[in-house]
């Protein structure tokens, strides 16, 4: 007689007491309870034959023992019982209970654990330290389950971007439609616990690449290094009620470092690893964190984009009575009063941030000021010490990079300088379960040595994370304050090493800190929250200290230095606007479910409050096609008039720049210091001068309004007068020579640094000018701005369309300013030949390769006004007179705009 095939839940029509019987002798079959649901081999949960005499007083057990005899011998691929298996093996008890003996490593998975729902997240732990590969970095997490599948087990991300909230039916479809993706396998390495129903699992399936940093290896390099198996390892593990945690060491390796190519390519090719000690070999620490979903998820909160709150959304195909099927949910920690009753009540759980070992103690103080600065928002809405800062312990032997603490981080690298501060929430409901804002060392180092004349070098990076991480905000915090220092220790008003500089670098990691965790609790950026300040406010002492430079920690706002000749207030933004008051209470004010729509409508009708308004990053620009059209919307910027600001840190920077060429070197100067100085200003120009100034010219102002809540205009046209003013400050100011004048003997002394190999060559100024002129060209004469300009006549009623500016007035314009030594007969300075070459050359890229998004009215406007411009060329030429460079400058252009003006045109 065979054995019977056991079937989870069908028996067809076998004997029931031989089935007995056969249970008794053999043991449970495999296939009972797995969490699978599909069949297994009896084989496969064979128990040892010296269970057979407990089955004698079973009826039928004579028949039984007869087909025991008979039976094949055992399957040697069957997993081995339990107990043999981690025999010697240490445990970690906790969701997933971790055994590990010598090197190998299990995970106890039970029964009931299958095809349920958990966090699964990756961390950096430790890294290569530059070019953006930095420890104590988020590296990615999904909602996944583990599957079995007969004798192997799957670990699954669930597609959580296709929901049915409600309608079960079209649930069944979207499982049908959208795919999960397996993230790892691995096959069940033991039998079932007898008591607990849990089998092991090798963990050894998390050595690999599961988070595909591969990849971003490769980016960086240009090489194909690939995780090595063998040379890998767990290097800690740790377990509780709610978590599972491993720590792999990841050896990646490329077999060999190309040679250099013989003629340099067009694009340059980067360097193999420079940290490394080896550049063929490195490692990269995984925290990989299991972490049990609560058992009722938190009660969803849909955003406004009236405010900026991160989201988790899905597009919710349940039903077909939506006319947008896309939901948001705010991220938000689930904040709940002890005493529900009471005003002002302890939470039940607070949102704990653990201060990593490493930061500096002489820092800790400033950090925790940051982090528990946002308790006043939450006293506001009822809660008493919603925020709690805890240090973890210099002795401490875990890793606050699981997925258990939120944690501020504080990392080191070669080339690094920013702050980042993603979480990871529960997709159901919005709920943040895990954040780790990591904060490199060096923004304050930076800030030290920018103070006593040393410079760091190289550009950090960071990898993205997704919209919540992408923040640089400590990386350009950190060169404001470079331009700060430098400018306020020329004019005597800080020195090195003193308890102003240690206040001044303290209050700007509060600052920075303050935005970190604004963002780990669920708040995005507001670029329009400095405009909410008035220049009057910025300039009185007494304001600053009790509101701060700007409407929120959220916008990347500057330093508040005043011109010479003006009141001098705080320097540094050190405390919660408005605006984050607002955006908490709408995320975390206790609601009954009932009044949640109305009152939740009522908070959020705030946004017309001058003091409330909002923009995001891609109002902003910079991202993609997003060049931004709200002249305020804008980062680094103080003040109600952005303008306004601009032209006052052009006059910073020439300040700077003077002060700098009347300093006198001294002894044991940084051979860069007065270098820096100049760098310094120009970044200034670069980034808040030329392309933000910009967006006045064809601008429009915008408003988050919700249809039918305020009849207010979406987007209105900026003012004809201020577009104008903001060309003319272009013209005038950024495209002038005289802006830009620095004397020669000072510039010969610009010193390299002969200690590296890598010293740098003499500072060239008409680079630095022209990196700065051009970004400012190239918004002027983009596609964007010709189409707005364009279009705007479109927004104004008829009657009042008089004096609008043109787009022929800004080509115009741009002609007369950059080519004004053609009607002059003046000699060609050397910056502005550069500048003439480099709008000339967009010319002919318009007249012959015109942009595919470049309105044809745009294209004839641009062909009129070069025509007009080839006339004044030809003039000029037959005037002559000039130096031979300008003679040949001008005969060199001429014959460029006529073969320009002559060619076919393609569109690209």
Same mark, same amino acid.
């Given at each position: 007689?065979?054995?019977?095939?056991?079937?989870?839940?069908?028996?067809?029509?076998?004997?029931?007491?031989?089935?007995?019987?056969?249970?008794?002798?053999?043991?449970?079959?495999?296939?009972?309870?797995?969490?699978?649901?599909?069949?297994?081999?009896?084989?496969?949960?064979?128990?040892?034959?010296?269970?057979?005499?407990?089955?004698?007083?079973?009826?039928? %057990?004579?028949?039984?023992?007869?087909?025991?005899?008979?039976?094949?011998?055992?399957?040697?691929?069957?997993?081995?019982? @339990?107990?043999?298996?981690?025999?010697?093996?240490?445990?970690?008890?906790?969701?997933?209970?971790?055994?590990?003996?010598?090197?190998?490593?299990?995970?106890?998975?039970?029964?009931?654990? @299958?095809?349920?729902?958990?966090?699964?997240?990756?961390?950096?732990?430790?890294?290569?330290?530059?070019?953006?590969?930095?420890?104590?970095?988020?590296?990615?997490?999904?909602?996944?389950?583990?599957?079995?599948?007969?004798?192997?087990?799957?670990?699954?991300?669930?597609?959580?971007?296709?929901?049915?909230? %409600?309608?079960?039916?079209?649930?069944?479809?979207?499982?049908?439609?959208?795919? #999960?993706?397996?993230?790892?396998?691995?096959?069940?390495?033991?039998?079932?616990?007898?008591?607990?129903?849990?089998?092991?699992?090798?963990?050894?399936?998390?050595?690999?690449?599961?988070?595909?940093?591969?990849?971003?290896?490769?980016?960086?390099?240009?090489?194909?290094?690939? /995780?090595?198996?063998?040379?890998?390892?767990?290097?800690?593990?740790?377990?509780?009620?709610?978590?599972?945690?491993?720590?792999?060491?990841?050896?990646?390796?490329?077999?060999?470092?190309?040679?250099?190519?013989?003629? *340099?390519?067009?694009?340059?090719?980067?360097?193999?690893? =420079?940290?490394? /000690?080896?550049?063929?070999?490195?490692?990269?620490?995984?925290?990989?964190?299991?972490?049990?979903?609560?058992?009722?998820?938190?009660? #969803?909160?849909?955003?406004?984009?009236?405010?900026?709150?991160?989201?988790?959304? @899905?597009?919710?195909?349940?039903?077909?009575?939506?006319?947008?099927?896309?939901?948001?949910?705010?991220?938000?920690?689930?904040?709940?009063?002890?005493?529900?009753?009471?005003?002002?009540?302890?939470?039940?759980?607070?949102?704990?941030?653990?201060?990593?070992?490493?930061?500096?103690?002489?820092?800790?103080?400033?950090?925790?000021?940051?982090?528990?600065?946002?308790?006043?928002?939450?006293?506001?809405?009822?809660?008493?010490? $919603?925020?709690?800062?805890?240090? =973890?312990?210099?002795?401490?032997?875990?890793?606050?990079?699981?997925?258990?603490?939120?944690?501020?981080?504080?990392?080191?690298?070669?080339?690094?300088?920013?702050?980042?501060?993603?979480?990871?929430?529960?997709?159901?409901?919005?709920?943040?379960?895990?954040?780790?804002?990591?904060?490199?060392?060096?923004?304050?180092?930076?800030?030290?040595?920018?103070?006593?004349?040393?410079?760091?070098?190289?550009?950090?990076?960071?990898?993205?994370?997704?919209?919540?991480?992408?923040?640089?905000?400590?990386?350009?915090?950190?060169?404001?304050?470079?331009?700060?220092?430098?400018?306020?220790?020329?004019?005597?008003?800080?020195?090195?090493?003193?308890?102003?500089?240690?206040?001044?670098?303290?209050?700007?990691?509060?600052?920075?800190?303050?935005?970190?965790?604004?963002?780990?609790?669920?708040?995005?950026?507001?670029?329009?929250?400095?405009?909410?300040?008035?220049?009057? =406010?910025?300039?009185?002492?007494?304001?600053?200290?009790?509101?701060?430079?700007?409407?929120?920690?959220?916008?990347?706002?500057?330093?508040?230095?005043?011109?010479?000749?003006?009141? =001098? *207030?705080?320097?540094?933004?050190?405390?919660?606007?408005?605006?984050?008051?607002?955006?908490?209470?709408?995320?975390?004010?206790?609601?009954?479910?009932?009044?949640?729509?109305?009152?939740?409508?009522?908070?959020?009708?705030?946004?017309?409050?001058?003091?409330?308004?909002?923009?995001?990053?891609?109002?902003?620009?910079?991202?993609?096609?997003?060049?931004?059209?709200?002249?305020?919307?804008?980062?680094?910027?103080?003040?109600?008039?952005?303008?306004?600001?601009?032209?006052?840190?052009?006059?910073?920077?020439?300040?700077?720049?003077?002060?700098?060429?009347?300093?006198?070197?001294?002894?044991?100067?940084?051979?860069?210091?007065?270098?820096?100085?100049? &760098?310094?200003?120009?970044?200034?120009?670069?980034?808040?001068?030329?392309?933000?100034?910009?967006?006045?010219?064809?601008?429009?102002?915008?408003?988050?309004?919700?249809?039918?809540?305020?009849? +207010?205009?979406?987007?209105?046209?900026?003012?004809?007068?201020?577009?104008?003013?903001?060309?003319?400050?272009?013209?005038?100011?950024? @495209?002038?020579?005289?802006?830009?004048?620095?004397?020669?003997?000072?510039?010969?002394?610009?010193?390299?640094?002969?200690?590296?190999?890598?010293?740098?060559?003499?500072?060239?100024?008409?680079?630095?000018?022209?990196? &700065? !002129?051009?970004?400012?060209?190239? +918004?002027?004469?983009?596609?964007?701005?010709?189409?707005?300009?364009?279009?705007?006549?479109?927004?104004?009623?008829?009657?009042?369309?008089?004096?609008?500016?043109?787009?022929?007035?800004?080509?115009?314009?741009?002609?007369? *300013?950059?080519?004004?030594?053609?009607?002059?007969?003046?000699?060609?300075?050397?910056?502005?030949?550069?500048? !003439?070459?480099?709008?000339?050359?967009?010319?002919?890229?318009?007249?012959?390769?015109?942009?595919?998004?470049?309105?044809?009215?745009?294209?004839?406007?641009?062909?009129?006004?070069?025509?007009?411009?080839?006339?004044?060329?030809? $003039? $000029? &030429?037959?005037?002559?007179?000039?130096?031979?460079?300008?003679? $040949?400058?001008?005969?060199?252009?001429?014959?460029?705009?006529?073969?320009?003006?002559?060619?076919?045109?393609? +569109?690209?």
């Amino acid at each position: 007689m065979s054995l019977p095939v056991c079937y989870r839940g069908h028996t067809g029509l076998l004997n029931l007491s031989a089935i007995a019987a056969a249970a008794a002798l053999l043991g449970a079959c495999a296939s009972t309870g797995d969490g699978s649901g599909a069949a297994k081999p009896a084989a496969s949960a064979v128990a040892p034959a010296a269970s057979a005499p407990a089955a004698a007083t079973v009826p039928g %057990a004579a028949a039984a023992a007869t087909a025991v005899a008979a039976r094949p011998p055992a399957d040697p691929s069957a997993p081995k019982p @339990f107990a043999e298996v981690i025999k010697g093996a240490k445990v970690d008890d906790g969701l997933f209970p971790i055994w590990r003996k010598d090197e190998k490593v299990w995970l106890e998975i039970p029964r009931d654990a @299958f095809n349920k729902p958990l966090l699964f997240s990756v961390n950096i732990a430790n890294s290569v330290g530059e070019r953006g590969l930095y420890a104590s970095q988020m590296a990615g997490g999904a909602t996944v389950e583990f599957r079995r599948i007969g004798n192997q087990i799957q670990l699954i991300a669930l597609n959580t971007k296709f929901r049915a909230v %409600a309608d079960q039916g079209s649930k069944r479809a979207i499982d049908q439609a959208f795919s #999960p993706s397996l993230l790892g396998a691995a096959v069940v390495a033991s039998a079932e616990h007898p008591e607990r129903k849990s089998v092991l699992v090798d963990a050894g399936f998390l050595l690999s690449d599961i988070p595909g940093y591969s990849t971003a290896l490769e980016a960086v390099y240009r090489l194909p290094f690939a /995780p090595d198996r063998s040379n890998s390892y767990f290097e800690a593990a740790r377990a509780d009620a709610k978590l599972s945690t491993l720590t792999a060491r990841i050896h990646f390796a490329t077999p060999r470092i190309p040679a250099p190519p013989l003629v *340099a390519p067009p694009v340059p090719v980067p360097t193999p690893p =420079q940290a490394t /000690p080896d550049p063929r070999s490195l490692f990269v620490s995984y925290v990989y964190s299991f972490l049990a979903l609560p058992d009722t998820a938190m009660a #969803p909160r849909p955003t406004d984009p009236r405010l900026g709150h991160f989201a988790d959304s @899905f597009t919710d195909l349940g039903g077909d009575n939506k006319a947008n099927p896309r939901v948001h949910y705010v991220k938000r920690w689930r904040l709940e009063k002890r005493d529900p009753e009471a005003a002002l009540s302890e939470p039940v759980t607070p949102i704990t941030y653990w201060m990593d070992k490493n930061i500096p103690p002489k820092y800790r103080p400033a950090v925790e000021a940051g982090i528990v600065e946002w308790n006043k928002a939450f006293e506001k809405i009822g809660f008493k010490n $919603a925020v709690v800062a805890k240090q =973890q312990p210099d002795d401490a032997d875990w890793d606050n990079m699981d997925a258990a603490h939120a944690s501020i981080r504080w990392f080191v690298g070669a080339d690094v300088g920013f702050a980042i501060g993603p979480s990871r929430s529960d997709p159901r409901s919005g709920e943040i379960l895990d954040a780790d804002i990591g904060m490199s060392d060096v923004f304050v180092r930076g800030g030290r040595e920018f103070i006593t004349e040393a410079a760091p070098r190289g550009a950090p990076t960071a990898l993205g994370q997704g919209e919540e991480a992408f923040c640089n905000y400590a990386h350009e915090a950190g060169a404001e304050m470079g331009f700060a220092l430098d400018l306020l220790e020329a004019r005597g008003e800080i020195e090195p090493d003193s308890p102003e500089a240690d206040a001044f670098i303290f209050a700007r990691i509060k600052d920075v800190v303050m935005h970190e965790v604004g963002h780990t609790l669920g708040l995005k950026h507001n670029f329009k929250a400095s405009t909410t300040i008035t220049r009057a =406010q910025l300039q009185d002492k007494a304001f600053t200290e009790a509101h701060g430079l700007s409407g929120s920690v959220m916008d990347y706002n500057a330093f508040n230095i005043a011109v010479q000749g003006e009141p =001098q *207030a705080s320097y540094n933004n050190a405390t919660l606007g408005a605006y984050d008051y607002w955006a908490i209470e709408y995320a975390y004010k206790p609601i009954a479910a009932g009044e949640e729509k109305a009152e939740l409508a009522r908070i959020a009708a705030r946004s017309t409050e001058p003091a409330l308004a909002y923009a995001d990053d891609l109002d902003a620009g910079g991202f993609g096609p997003y060049d931004g059209m709200d002249p305020m919307a804008n980062r680094f910027d103080l003040g109600d008039d952005p303008l306004a600001y601009f032209k006052r840190r052009l006059k910073l920077s020439q300040e700077l720049w003077a002060r700098a060429q009347e300093r006198k070197p001294q002894a044991g100067d940084d051979p860069l210091r007065a270098r820096r100085s100049i &760098v310094y200003g120009f970044n200034q120009l670069y980034r808040s001068g030329s392309d933000l100034v910009g967006k006045y010219i064809g601008g429009m102002y915008a408003v988050r309004d919700l249809p039918g809540t305020t009849g +207010r205009a979406s987007f209105t046209p900026v003012e004809p007068a201020k577009q104008r003013e903001a060309l003319q400050f272009l013209a005038t100011g950024l @495209f002038s020579v005289d802006s830009f004048k620095f004397k020669p003997e000072f510039l010969s002394s610009l010193g390299v640094d002969y200690n590296e190999n890598d010293r740098g060559v003499p500072l060239s100024i008409p680079a630095a000018v022209a990196r &700065v !002129q051009l970004v400012a060209l190239d +918004r002027l004469l983009s596609p964007a701005t010709a189409s707005r300009l364009l279009d705007l006549p479109a927004y104004v009623p008829e009657n009042k369309r008089k004096g609008l500016i043109s787009l022929s007035e800004v080509y115009g314009t741009l002609n007369t *300013a950059i080519w004004s030594e053609l009607k002059s007969g003046s000699e060609i300075d050397r910056l502005r030949r550069n500048l !003439q070459r480099e709008h000339l050359r967009r010319l002919q890229n318009v007249l012959t390769k015109s942009p595919a998004n470049l309105p044809p009215d745009a294209l004839s406007l641009a062909r009129y006004h070069a025509t007009q411009l080839q006339g004044d060329l030809r $003039a $000029a &030429v037959a005037k002559g007179g000039q130096s031979v460079e300008t003679r $040949a400058h001008l005969a060199e252009s001429l014959g460029l705009l006529n073969e320009a003006l002559r060619a076919t045109m393609q +569109r690209s």
